[in-house]
């Protein structure tokens, strides 16, 4: 090994010493130091005698090292962190789309009335964003007539998808019912294609085949299907508490019944989501279109409470306040933290990709009711829901990367500039 870098000239004093010394250090004596007192020996203590550039040198590659490992550590953490930032909006429409689905077939177990439990829903829903809109003093009317006739409509067809919703639960199946009411993707699409003049794509196209298709494996009509009894072959008409809840499952007609609300609440939402964006590029609140809504919700649950118990006579055998009730009260409220979260899914991500992750609401449909029930889906009704599924990925990643691609246009424009 050559020596000259390493050897000290007989000419150097060191004052800690009394007399002059040869000493030949090289890398591997530094390195083969006995593990145990390595961390007891201090750098500086070993090249006392190695010349100066031969320090810079190695304090350099220690420090260089030293830094490499620390940088590598930075960004590993920074991109660990990236990654749950830029997930943050998928993880919040899964939890949402979870809530929201658990709650419903929950609610649906404990035989209470969705609409009874709904009242107090509605009703702190109002009332936070009447609050809100009174803290921020914005009007509760905006915009010209046109725009208040749109806000009406847009009000009514809003709140008939959620009776809809509800109505149909009573008469289908949970999967049955969350595949039609998905479809409201592929209606928005072709809407939007109709009224915003947008260009129809092969994936909308191919989108529309499979959510048709879905839709009849889904519905399994008689002219077509022979043994549609395997989904209600389980079905019986149940009496629990004394309150003769009957289960419509069982009845083919009221399950045709059930699929034709559950489609008309996805074309009504279908069109209130166009609405919607048609109210906002017209500069109205967001949180006024809420509050029409809501109100309009609660006024609504308000008669129909008034109808079953002052001319009915729902309650007068048996009282409204169980804890069935108070329960399935208690979950409705979390529809307004589900409801939340999907509104901040929204700003985190693009909608395109919330309306695909949304799309879960299928599958833990399916999961809920084929472990909890006795209600079993048959391989129509999973491979409809499957299409459906499709279909909305189709739709919603051809969504995407048309946003991505104005997106990326929009900042080469600004940067050029």
């Known amino acids: ?6 050897i000290v000239e007989s000419d150097i004093a060191i004052n800690s010493f009394t007399s002059t010394t040869n000493v030949s250090i090289d890398n591997d004596s530094v390195h083969n130091i006995d593990p ?38 930075q960004n590993q953490t920074k991109l660990s962190s990236e990654i749950i930032d830029r997930c943050k909006g998928i993880i919040y429409a899964l939890i949402g789309s979870c809530f929201f689905t658990c709650s419903g077939f929950i609610i649906k177990q404990l035989r209470v009335d969705f609409f009874d439990a709904l009242l107090c829903r509605f009703f702190l829903q109002t009332s936070i964003l009447i609050a809100f809109i009174f803290y921020r003093k914005k009007k509760l009317i905006n915009g010209s007539i046109n725009l208040i006739i749109l806000q009406i409509v847009r009000t009514i067809l809003a709140t008939s998808g959620l009776f809809l919703f509800y109505m149909s639960y009573r008469y289908i199946p949970l999967p049955d019912l969350t595949t039609c009411r998905y479809t409201q993707v592929v209606w928005t699409a072709i809407l939007s294609m109709i009224i915003f003049r947008e260009r129809i794509s092969i994936s909308t196209i191919l989108a529309i085949i499979l959510t048709l298709t879905g839709i009849v494996l889904v519905a399994q009509p008689t002219f077509l299907f022979n043994n549609h009894q395997l989904l209600l072959i389980k079905n019986k008409i149940i009496t629990i508490n004394k309150l003769n809840y009957t289960n419509f499952e069982a009845d083919q007609s009221y399950r045709s019944l059930g699929l034709c609300l559950a489609l008309g609440c996805a074309l009504s939402i279908s069109f209130s989501m166009i609405l919607n964006k048609k109210l906002l590029i017209s500069k109205i609140p967001q949180s006024i279109i809420m509050l029409e809504f809501s109100l309009f919700n609660l006024f609504l649950l308000i008669l129909y409470h008034i109808y079953n118990r002052f001319i009915l006579f729902k309650y007068v055998n048996h009282t409204m306040f169980t804890w069935q009730y108070y329960l399935a009260t208690s979950i409705a409220l979390m529809q307004v933290f589900s409801s939340t979260l999907r509104q901040y899914a929204i700003k985190l991500e693009y909608p395109s990709i919330i309306s695909i992750v949304e799309s879960s609401d299928i599958l833990f449909a399916i999961i809920l009711q084929n472990l909890f029930t006795n209600v ?34 929009k900042k080469n424009k600004n940067n050029r500039k």
């Open 1 to 6: 090994m050559k020596q000259g870098p390493y």
């Open 36 to 73: 145990p007192i390595k961390p007891l020996i201090d750098v500086d203590e070993l090249i006392t005698t190695i010349n100066n550039d031969e320090t810079l040198h190695r304090l350099e590659q220690k420090c260089s090292s030293s830094l490499t490992l620390h940088s590598y550590k």
């Open 376 to 409: 079993k889906s048959n391989w129509f009704v999973l491979i409809g829901s499957l299409l459906v599924t499709t279909s909305i990925f189709l739709v919603g990643i051809n969504k995407f990367w048309q946003d991505r691609k104005k997106l990326l246009e």
